[in-house]
């Protein structure tokens, strides 16, 4: 018999929500440029409204749509 173990963060006490965000900003900002990291943030709150949690991943590969020849997505998808 196999068991499926869930495991949710609601209280920032397995990973530190807010370091990672500034963490990912500053890693953007810095790969990307401004304009670019504010379009992956957009598309992150996008996401967070509609599925009620943060998909860090999820916007990530929603990014390439708008920007579909930004050879720098290897870079931050690393």
């Not at 173990?5 to 397995?14: G, I, K, M, P």
């Not at 929603?62 to 930004?70: C, F, I």
Request: no cysteine.
């Amino acid at each position: 018999m196999s068991e499926t173990v869930y495991l949710f963060d609601v209280d920032n006490t397995l990973l530190d929500n807010d370091r990672v965000t500034r963490d990912l900003k500053s890693f953007l900002d810095r790969e990307v440029g401004t304009e670019r990291s504010e379009t992956y943030w957009r598309l992150f709150e996008e996401m967070r409204n509609q599925l009620g949690y943060a998909d860090y991943l999820g916007a990530l590969q929603r990014y390439p749509m708008p920007h579909p020849y930004d050879s720098r997505l290897l870079t931050i998808s690393t």
